[in-house]
């Protein structure tokens, strides 16, 4: 079993930064981020693998980098260039393997909520 709390989240004006972390209670392999924004479906933001190699979703292609600490078990989201469509509950997942689909994530966390004002 596998515990993931995410933190970071905040409210920011357009243009603005965050950086999000997600903490492992566990050694962490495939991971990724997600998100939720009010009345849609949730959809996937950026995954890194167990050797580093990251995918981004085409909305945040050079605003986003996903990285992780394999000596913390931490998994960090650096959202750069912040936009109102960007807001969203924003979720880690992690599996042991790779995932095909967000929905082969075994473990979730609870979400830490993003709010972009223009």
């Known amino acids: 079993q596998v515990q993931l709390v995410e933190s970071g989240g905040d409210s920011v004006q357009a243009g603005g930064s965050l950086r999000l972390s997600c903490v492992a209670s566990?050694?962490?392999?495939?991971v990724g981020w997600f998100r939720q924004a009010p009345g849609k479906e949730r959809e996937g933001v950026a995954r890194?693998?167990?050797?580093?190699?990251?995918t981004y979703a085409d909305s945040v292609k050079g605003r986003f980098t996903i990285s992780k600490d394999n000596a913390k078990n931490i998994l960090y989201l650096q959202m750069n260039s912040l936009k109102p469509e960007d807001t969203a509950m924003y979720y880690c997942?992690?599996?042991?393997?790779?995932?095909?689909?967000?929905?082969?994530?075994?473990?979730w966390g609870q979400g830490t909520q993003v709010t972009v004002s223009s």
């Open positions: 890194i693998d167990g050797v580093g190699t990251t």
């Open positions: 566990t050694r962490i392999y495939y």
């Open positions: 997942a992690e599996d042991e393997y790779y995932c095909p689909s967000q929905r082969d994530f075994s473990y």
